[in-house]
């Protein structure tokens, strides 16, 4: 589960978020998944193939200005093959701002599946800056993503992707096709629980004797792996954005149909917004409706360069950039406005929002598709199938997984994957109360069998809360106290919404006849 623009604030977001077209049917379908399992701290202690070699560096990573240290150890693709293919894992490490001894770290895993930690730097350093002042945040990209034998699926550029009909895309042939082009690796080696023991084996090696934990969106689910499977190296953990190991992820349809009556709910809620914009609801089920029966295309100007296009308009594209918005609280305030002016037929808002979204995944979806198949979509009961497909979202997910899962053939996890984590150790687990894709139930799913963890919802969050709120400062005394008792939650009552834009330009209603009235309830959120 990304991070996109969310982990930027993004993270399961961003694992939807799809610069290149063919994979959309592929994204849309593997979502994040994953049960493991329940008894913990009953796995074995080997790693995933001993290093074989290693290296460090100093280095620079995006968007940020300081020397870093970069390095990677070899372990063999397949671990039952030790003198088979070896590939590299890949870390950085953002040092303490003042030494600490370098026995403690902060693992930061990223979401998606599929996105790289190492080219969310920026973001974690931002988020943890409290945190690095004693700690070192350690940064590792996930086999298969970032610079770590990224498994990656080519596809066609933006301006097709305005101007295609996502119906006409065939998803088995586009998914053969990314495999072929992945021939030289195994592709069933890039789950979730080969990808742990790598961790575990980049924290030998670096020799840290203790790691603090945080995992966003999809990276719940490696921070849950890790707390059954090497419990005794965890001095805290953080989940954020919560998938918990029995949840399927296909389920995800249901979690953004209720981001869409939450937005719904709130411009009514508003007294400005629903003003400006009376019938949203009617308007969005008007539009839907439309598209459902045929894609309408028009001329638009391309978001990126200005420059008149042909944009085919479908459902797909429709419903697809108000979801991707969802994840962003700055972008949700547009979308009133957005679908409002779709229902008169103006489709470029839409379209500036959907280009927003179509080059800042980074999700790897070879991976994304051995994560999802392996270990969500085999799992799947005929009545978590009925209500997935209760759901536009869930519908497209099991078309599109259907066609793509059945190419990349994973062998299925253990039923035991799915079982809830059973552990003692302090855990915040956080959830945003306008979540799109984790919402606060799958947080309070977490809990289950979590015998020292406080749930915490952020009310006017969306996806990844640390990077939010004041997530991250309790993310912080976490860490420096090392228990959730003196944890209090009310600072993410702080009021942080965006004013609904009631125009493209402004949040402030338009004088009507010189009356000042409006213009001075702009700045209130009602």
């Not at 009909?165 to 080969?194: P, R, V």
């Not at 007294?271 to 638009?300: G, M, S, Y």
Request: aromatic letters at 6%; a negative charge.
């Amino acid at each position: 589960m990304h991070h996109g623009q969310q982990m930027g604030a993004d993270s399961l977001l961003s694992h939807i978020r799809h610069r290149r077209v063919p994979v959309t049917r592929l994204i849309s379908a593997l979502v994040i998944t994953g049960l493991v399992m329940s008894l913990p701290a009953l796995a074995d202690d080997t790693v995933s193939g001993t290093p074989k070699e290693s290296d460090q560096n100093s280095c620079y990573l995006d968007g940020l200005s300081e020397q870093l240290t970069c390095g990677y150890i070899t372990v063999p693709e397949n671990a039952t093959k030790p003198d088979g293919k070896q590939i590299q894992i890949h870390y950085a490490v953002l040092p303490a701002i003042k030494s600490s001894g370098h026995s403690e770290a902060l693992l930061a895993i990223a979401g998606g599946p599929g996105q790289s930690a190492m080219d969310n730097a920026a973001f974690f350093n931002r988020t943890f800056s409290k945190v690095r002042q004693q700690r070192d945040i350690l940064l590792i990209d996930q086999r298969g993503t970032g610079r770590s034998n990224i498994l990656n699926c080519k596809g066609e550029g933006f301006e097709n992707a305005l101007a295609i009909n996502e119906a006409d895309l065939d998803t088995t042939k586009e998914t053969q096709a990314c495999l072929d082009n992945l021939g030289n690796s195994d592709i069933t080696q890039y789950g979730s629980l080969n990808a742990l023991k790598d961790f575990e084996a980049v924290r030998q090696h670096l020799d840290y004797k203790k790691l603090h934990i945080y995992g966003i969106s999809y990276g719940t689910r490696m921070a849950q792996l890790y707390m059954r499977h090497y419990p005794q190296v965890l001095s805290t953990v953080t989940i954020d954005g919560v998938v918990p190991m029995q949840q399927n992820v296909l389920a995800i349809g249901q979690a953004i149909s209720r981001a869409f009556d939450l937005l719904l709910q709130n411009c009514a809620d508003n007294a400005l917004c629903n003003n400006q914009f009376p019938q949203l609801r009617a308007e969005l089920e008007a539009v839907d409706a439309k598209l459902t029966i045929a894609p309408i295309v028009t001329q638009v100007r391309d978001p990126l360069t200005g420059e008149s296009t042909q944009l085919t308009m479908t459902r797909a594209k429709f419903m697809g950039a108000i979801r991707m918005a969802l994840y962003s609280s700055s972008i949700r305030a547009l979308l009133p406005h957005a679908i409002h002016q779709a229902a008169n037929d103006n489709f470029q808002p839409i379209m500036g929002l959907y280009a927003l979204n179509l080059d800042s995944t980074g999700i790897a979806m070879g991976m994304h598709a051995s994560v999802v198949c392996g270990e969500d979509w085999q799992r799947m009961t005929p009545s978590e199938r009925e209500e997935i497909n209760s759901t536009y979202f869930g519908q497209e997910m099991i078309k599109g997984f259907e066609q793509s899962c059945s190419v990349w053939n994973m062998p299925a996890v253990d039923e035991s994957f799915s079982a809830p984590i059973s552990s003692d150790i302090p855990t915040l687990v956080l959830s945003g109360q306008v979540d799109p894709a984790t919402p606060p139930s799958w947080g309070e799913l977490a809990m289950e069998k979590l015998t020292n963890a406080k749930h915490f919802v952020a009310p006017y969050a969306t996806h990844g809360v640390a990077a939010q709120s004041c997530g991250n400062d309790l993310i912080a005394q976490l860490v420096e106290t090392g228990g959730v008792s003196d944890l209090d939650g009310e600072c993410l009552n702080k009021d942080v919404r965006r004013n609904f834009y009631l125009n493209a330009s402004t949040v402030e209603a338009i004088p009507v006849n010189n009356s000042k009235q409006a213009v001075e309830q702009g700045d209130s959120h009602d």
